[in-house]
């Protein structure tokens, strides 16, 4: 990844991010099953299916903010909140479309169930993708804040410089004659 003048790293676009996190999301979801599968055999499987989700999720706000979204940096306690809260809701609504689909077809096959699970986990997954790029990992938040006095000092001092340099030198001090200048593109 490329960094910006500050040293930060650059935020990918939206495709190379959807990209790390199809990446990231599976292969974190490929070893999960396999943990889960693995601890499954020395506890029962709803705890060892708890303990792995609690660890995948941490596991995977982490990389996604290190890797998918280039936050850079340590993630804080919120994003982790916000990032368990949208695994929270997907589960729960592949969970919902697990319900339905028994309420709806007496004795569903296997291949059927799969279908229904992964449309629902690729639904949510795109939902979840967003919720993590725009809300949990964004950049900037709200509107922006006001210039400081530092920028403004300097914002003023160009300013001043571009008028002496179309006043030939001479500023208001000096009692010189002023053009008026503008930087605007629409016609006058």
């Known amino acids: 990844m490329d960094t910006t003048q500050s040293g930060r790293r650059a935020t990918p676009g939206a495709l190379a991010a959807f990209a790390r996190f ?21 506890m029962p499987w709803a705890l ?19 890797f998918t979204f280039g936050a850079g940096g340590r993630t ?60 949990v990992f964004a950049r900037f938040r709200g509107a922006p804040s006001a210039p400081s006095a530092q920028s403004s000092e300097r914002c003023q001092s160009r300013s001043r410089r571009r008028m002496e340099a179309v006043n030939g030198g001479r500023n208001r001090s000096e009692g010189g004659s002023h053009l008026l200048v503008s930087f605007s593109s629409a016609p006058h």
Do not use: D
């Open 76 to 135: 804080t306690w919120r994003q982790h909140a916000q990032s368990a809260g949208s695994a929270g809701a997907a589960y729960a609504v592949t969970s919902a479309a697990m319900l339905v689909l028994h309420q709806v077809v007496a004795a569903p096959g296997a291949v059927l169930e799969q279908t229904v699970y992964l449309s629902a986990s690729a639904l949510t997954g795109v939902a979840r993708f967003v919720i993590l790029r725009v809300v």
């Open 48 to 66: 060892a299916n708890a303990l792995v989700t609690a660890a995948s999720t941490l596991l995977g706000t982490e990389l996604h903010a290190r």
């Open 22 to 42: 199809v990446l990231c999301g599976g292969g974190l979801g490929l070893a999960s099953s396999f943990a889960v599968a693995g601890l499954a055999s020395w």
